[in-house]
């Protein structure tokens, strides 16, 4: 690899140091997401594998960093590469430093817009173990999760997001050749509807059929009989979420703008909306309101919003939030007809709720919207252009795809392999305990989960607030 790029970077130019200063904020909000998901996994399970789930948490967040590093960053986000992926012209993080990265990220230091979307890649992998908790051993998770966030995370967030990815340009697809400008008309996804929420929903979508359902899981039936160990953790871990989704949907203006201030306020709209929703839908069923489901919905509401965050307005946040928290609601007990184990929704959360979200954006984006950072966009179904909507099912339905069918073969594939087995045992079984991780199957400490203990579902515990 050579250490000369091609062409010299372009100059960075200060647009002042408040925006330098907001991104590292958002950086750091960013970074506290995923021990908030750790928090809110852990005070759902039950207390002897709490531990357990917190540290995959925390270990795929230290092996994802690793990766980005290495050549994550680059496949992702390199401006030199094809329509599908990136190339390795930034691995290493060579010749990313203080100027300004063309058009994606001009405005802030290159080596600090990958820092901060180094947090993103961390989270998404973290958000895949809510389908699998209990059941999975460490070591295998994390060939996984390495794996997945290159075959899966970093091409669908190519597509996305960088210059020339094919989602973002799916109008004029013939302008991401290296010897075109691309047109940059194509699906709108501000924050990661697709790479982060759909991508990793069904991901673990796979994960939980390969292997497969907990000992005892009476899939199909009520699940409001088995509470969290400690709700108060679930209530915490939301709140480090939702306060952390400020950094992850406000600053992806990269740079301190009114359309920053317009993203950070839709999301809080979209979050309160969908707790509200999904509680009043929790009172019809079952005439309660639990702690659990409004954490629930919160987080539906932050999903949704995500892709849509930079392109409506307030009043169109409180109609997605409104949606998404019935939606997603209603979808976590699709589980159930079906008989797959999606131990705390997951799937019903994050893929239904992002992919709801990206459809909603191509309905509710308005052009004034982009303006406020000088963004010229074409808005979506309110502002008269219907085909947008089409753009955001096509893009959603790729990205589900890929990363349902990469998860499904690599999980197939690491299962055959002699000490990767990635569930315990013949039937699904509970993490090692810490004294067994990276343990074969005949010398790990397993722990069979039995219908008594089963880990209660995110959304169908009625927990005492």
Same mark, same amino acid.
């Given at each position: ?249 406000? @600053?992806?203006?990269?740079? #301190?703008?009114?359309? +920053?201030?317009?993203? !950070?306020? %839709?999301?809080? =709209? /979209?979050?309160?909306? $969908? ?32 892709? @849509?965050?930079?392109?409506? #307005?307030?009043?169109? +946040?409180?109609?997605? !939030?409104? %949606?998404?928290? =019935? /939606?997603?609601?209603? $979808? ?32 509710? @984006? ?100």
């Amino acid at each position: 690899m050579s250490s000369t790029p091609a062409t010299p970077p372009p100059p960075f130019t200060d647009p002042g140091s408040p925006s330098i200063g907001f991104m590292i904020a958002a950086t750091a909000l960013v970074f506290i997401m995923t021990p908030g998901v750790g928090l809110l996994y852990s005070g759902l399970s039950r207390s002897k594998n709490a531990g357990s789930i917190f540290m995959a948490c925390m270990l795929a967040m230290a092996v994802v960093t690793v990766q980005w590093v290495l050549f994550g960053f680059s496949l992702a986000f390199s401006e030199t590469g094809s329509a599908v992926i990136g190339n390795f012209a930034w691995g290493g993080f060579t010749n990313v430093g203080i100027p300004a990265i063309p058009v994606v990220a001009v405005a802030i230091p290159g080596v600090l817009f990958a820092l901060y979307q180094m947090q993103f890649a961390t989270v998404t992998a973290a958000l895949i173990f809510g389908s699998v908790t209990e059941r999975i051993r460490l070591i295998p998770t994390t060939v996984f999760v390495f794996l997945w966030t290159t075959i899966v995370y970093d091409p669908v967030a190519y597509w996305t997001w960088a210059d020339r990815g094919w989602i973002r340009n799916m109008a004029c697809l013939s302008t991401t050749a290296l010897d075109q400008t691309p047109c940059g008309i194509g699906s709108f996804d501000y924050a990661g509807g697709g790479p982060v929420h759909i991508a990793s929903g069904f991901a673990g979508l796979a994960y939980c059929l390969i292997i497969g359902k907990r000992r005892g899981a009476a899939v199909g039936e009520h699940s409001g009989e088995f509470r969290s160990h400690n709700i108060p953790n679930v209530i915490l871990g939301t709140a480090l979420l939702w306060f952390g989704w400020f950094g992850f949907n406000g @600053a992806l203006a990269l740079a #301190a703008t009114p359309r +920053a201030v317009m993203a !950070g306020t %839709v999301t809080t =709209v /979209a979050a309160a909306a $969908a707790a509200l929703s999904w509680a009043f839908v929790d009172t019809i069923r079952t005439g309660k309101v639990s702690a659990v489901g409004f954490c629930s919905g919160a987080i539906a509401g932050l999903v949704a919003i995500t892709p @849509a965050s930079g392109f409506v #307005a307030p009043w169109a +946040a409180i109609v997605i !939030g409104l %949606v998404a928290g =019935v /939606a997603c609601n209603y $979808a976590t007990y699709i589980k159930n007809v079906f008989g797959f184990d999606d131990t705390l929704d997951a799937w019903g959360v994050h893929a239904v709720g992002g992919f709801l979200g990206n459809v909603l954006t191509g309905i509710f @984006a308005q052009k004034w919207i982009g303006l406020l950072d000088g963004t010229a966009i074409n808005g979506g179904w309110v502002d008269g252009n219907w085909v947008q909507v089409g753009y955001q099912v096509g893009g959603s339905v790729a990205i589900a795809a890929w990363s349902f069918f990469v998860s499904f073969v690599l999980l197939y594939a690491i299962d055959k392999i002699p000490g990767l087995k990635p569930a315990l045992g013949e039937e699904s079984y509970a993490f090692a305990s810490f004294n067994g991780i990276g343990a074969t199957d005949s010398s790990a400490t397993m722990i069979g989960v039995e219908k008594k203990d089963m880990v209660p579902s995110i959304v169908h515990v009625t927990g005492e607030a």
